[in-house]
């Protein structure tokens, strides 16, 4: 017997209407909050020349690529793999303009081959932000300001945002006198929290014992101010340790003047997984799903790749990690747009086309349809197609003298067993429907 086959490839979705319509909310709360603050949406390319948006990506990245020939040039292609490499060469080419600093917003999807016992999609739902041409403290408070600012928007409990510099440790590999390859594993290793493999990479370029522990310290502090100071411990009066530091110390400060510090919990060993991350990296956590649901940092040398040398930071969510998290405690839900059943005769269906336009340039969605069911069923069967339906509320135009001045309305709701119905006036119908539904949600 052949072994089942997938119907569509690993590490993808389909997202039916109710989730499709709960997601999309989602994301337009998202990306109406970014634009308060001056961020404004772009939609990128799907696939690019590989060539082109390789400057961009480390090598894990492009291994993990879907590549692909154009058929009429025969370049390769490759299909999106990360928004921010995209976005910075739109900036170099000046694409976004010549007016600094650049504000965008995206939602988008990209897509990664991932191995299928890592359990990580290979199509990932994305929002994010990318702010071009500003390098100060300011700016990367602002970044997790806003972070912290969404997940109250859409009510994302008991979330932290873990907050550090890359800088500290690749100063601190630099001091340590490691060989170019080794440091370049040793950063590998300390992003993914390998603390063996980190330790097995130290000794075996024989460095001294107290430079060891120092560096196999750094990937487990974690906490608040204490972790700074022991920072500075280690780094002593070397000027390279000293300024990512100092830059850390005040976002931090720049914290506390708002409630966003009690979420934040500094971490020195937080280095994000691009190879591009140059700055101040975040991370964001929450007890609802087990890894981080988005993060991002500051990538200063990535637009200069592409010809442009400029200054950015930005940040991503994993709009299906969110969603978890917020389904998991009951948070989200639909965006309004619940339909309601407009049934007729045949004969009234002209009259009930135009009641149905009037609904919907109301702001209301209308499922019409015509029925040859009898006055006598009818109710049993507008009830029966509302309940297999999930719809709550029917109208009925009936096919009798006078039915164009009013119509019957059969409100199917989950909590009550027998519909109620009421005879409602057309002119008071888009109102009234308005009402109900809004109260609704």
């Not at 349809?369 to 507008?382: N, Q």
Request: proline share 4%.
């Amino acid at each position: 017997m052949k072994p089942p086959r997938s119907l569509i490839p690993i590490g993808t979705a389909t997202l039916l209407p109710e989730t499709a319509q709960r997601v999309r909310k989602l994301e337009d709360q998202l990306l109406a909050y970014l634009a308060r603050w001056g961020y404004q949406e772009i939609i990128l390319p799907v696939f690019e020349y590989l060539d082109v948006l390789s400057v961009g990506l480390s090598p894990e990245v492009l291994d993990k690529c879907y590549k692909f020939a154009d058929r009429t040039s025969g370049r390769m292609l490759v299909l999106r793999p990360d928004a921010t490499a995209q976005i910075a060469r739109m900036v170099a080419m000046g694409l976004g303009g010549e007016a600094l600093p650049l504000r965008f917003s995206y939602r988008t999807t990209v897509f990664r081959h991932e191995l299928e016992h890592r359990g990580r999609d290979r199509e990932v739902f994305q929002v994010g932000i990318e702010l071009v041409g500003s390098d100060t403290s300011h700016s990367d408070a602002e970044m997790v300001t806003m972070l912290a600012g969404l997940f109250e928007r859409v009510g994302l409990p008991e979330w932290k945002i873990s907050l550090g510099h890359v800088g500290f440790f690749k100063a601190l590999l630099n001091r340590s006198g490691l060989s170019a390859v080794g440091k370049k594993q040793a950063e590998l290793a300390a992003a993914h929290k390998d603390l063996p493999k980190l330790e097995q990479i130290l000794t075996t370029e024989r460095l001294p014992r107290a430079m060891v522990r120092n560096i196999l310290q750094v990937p487990e502090r974690c906490g608040q101010h204490d972790v700074l100071e022991w920072g500075k411990s280690i780094a002593g009066k070397d000027a390279q340790l000293l300024k990512p530091l100092q830059r850390l110390e005040e976002v931090y400060q720049q914290l506390a003047h708002t409630h966003v510090q009690q979420h934040v919990l500094l971490d020195l060993g937080e280095f994000r997984g691009f190879d591009y991350y140059d700055g101040v990296v975040f991370d964001v956590f929450t007890s609802s799903v087990g890894t981080e649901i988005g993060g991002g940092g500051r990538y200063n040398h990535l637009v200069g790749r592409f010809g442009r040398d400029v200054p950015a930071i930005g940040f991503g969510l994993d709009l299906d990690r969110l969603f978890s998290a917020l389904e998991r405690d009951g948070i989200v839900d639909g965006n309004g747009f619940t339909p309601v059943l407009l049934l007729a005769s045949g004969r009234q269906k002209h009259k009930a086309f135009m009641l149905a336009q009037t609904l919907r340039a109301a702001g209301i969605s209308v499922i019409e349809e015509t029925t040859k069911i009898t006055k006598k069923s009818l109710f049993a069967w507008a009830t029966s197609e509302a309940r297999r339906r999930a719809i709550s509320r029917v109208i009925l135009y009936e096919d009798k003298k006078n039915s164009g001045e009013s119509v019957i309305l059969l409100e199917c709701l989950k909590s009550v067993l027998k519909p109620r119905q009421s005879r409602v006036a057309i002119q008071e119908l888009s109102q009234r429907l308005r009402a109900e539904i809004d109260g609704d949600f």
